[in-house]
């Protein structure tokens, strides 16, 4: 057991960034996308969702009310909603049972790891029922407040999840994953000055999120103009910084953005810049097409003859 017990911290600490304890939440705010934005998400979830599989099946007949602490319910708590981002439903129900057995039935924890594999499931209307019994009892209990945000998410209503993360960021303002939630609705949705506030958010929390970082790049890239091209451009390499140059996408944006800066220099010849920085960001761009052709060479020689002419024609 002790084995299964490390594997969870380990992969917690790497889809986290910390390990679990009964004072965190361990709640996503959408179904499917709680960890994609540290690591390898889906390889972080399938390692979660093994070792939670591990504990509940191999060692079910050892956790017993002592042995089942803080710590382990925490782990397998969070080991529940990774087998829900693998679609292991069978594994989450499992956890759901050792919650269940382990925990008081107002128990937060229990109800919310039971709604959350109702809502995997379909069963929307029943999974919002028991948040919001929690909520009655707390009405401020994290786990049911973001769980029907997820729920609203599954039913496709936009404008109930945007308004229900609004009200939540007011009361748990240092929470960055549902600034980050907020900010890709808001982006879907067209509202850019309000995405980059919120991506803005995430990186004070998380200054080096790559992740986020290349979001907000391209949501300045779309806005155009050339300060917020720069920007970008700023914002692509710091994403490329913190992926060691593995970002395709970041390296792709280096490329536009570097095109874009060059059309807007070469349209205002005799205009003064914007900008007191003439930097283009032509060597940045060279090296990011360079690492991306070393990319498909190795990984998707096929696409070569499409892609290379494509990003000669960008750097030109």
């Known amino acids: 057991m002790d ?16 390990v679990a304890d009964d004072t965190e939440d361990g709640v996503r ?59 292991r439903i069978d594994v989450a129900e499992r956890a759901c049972e ?3 057995e382990a925990c008081a039935p107002t128990s937060s924890r229990r109800a919310a790891a039971r709604a959350a594999t109702l809502e995997a499931q379909g069963d929307v209307a029943q999974a919002e029922n028991i948040y919001n019994d929690v909520l009655k009892e707390n009405e401020c209990d994290i786990r049911a407040r973001k769980g029907l945000i997820a729920c609203a998410q599954s039913k496709g209503a936009t404008e109930e999840a945007r308004n ?13 994953d549902a600034w980050y939630e907020l900010g890709h609705i808001y982006a879907e949705s ?38 917020r091209v720069r920007e970008a451009k700023n914002h692509f390499a710091a994403a ?12 792709y944006g280096v490329v536009l953005c570097a095109k874009a800066l060059r059309r807007m220099k070469a349209s205002k010849k005799d205009t003064k810049s914007d900008t007191k ?40």
């Open 3 to 18: 084995a299964a017990l490390r594997a969870l911290d380990r992969a917690q600490t790497t889809a986290h960034g910390d």
């Open 29 to 87: 705010v959408t179904s499917t996308s709680a960890t994609g934005r540290r690591g390898n998400a889906r390889d972080d979830a399938r390692e979660l969702m093994r070792a939670c599989d591990a504990l509940t099946t191999t060692y079910r007949a050892r956790l017993t009310r002592s042995a089942l602490g803080a710590r382990v319910l925490a782990c397998i708590e969070r080991g529940s909603r990774a087998a829900l981002d693998v679609g």
């Open 98 to 100: 050792v919650l269940g």
């Open 164 to 176: 229900a993360l609004i009200a939540y960021v007011e009361t748990f303002c240092a929470d960055a």
């Open 190 to 227: 067209g509202a850019y000055d309000e995405c980059l506030f919120c991506y803005e958010e995430v990186l004070l929390a998380m200054p080096h999120n790559a992740d986020a970082h290349r979001r907000m790049a391209e949501v300045l890239y779309t806005m155009g103009g050339e300060t």
């Open 240 to 251: 490329l910084d913190f992926t060691t140059g593995k970002d395709a996408r970041a390296l």
């Open 277 to 316: 920085s003439d930097d283009d960001g032509a060597a940045l761009a060279d090296a990011a097409a360079e690492r991306l052709l070393q990319r498909y060479a190795v990984e998707h020689e096929a696409l070569l003859a499409i892609v290379r002419p494509q990003l000669r024609g960008a750097l030109a």
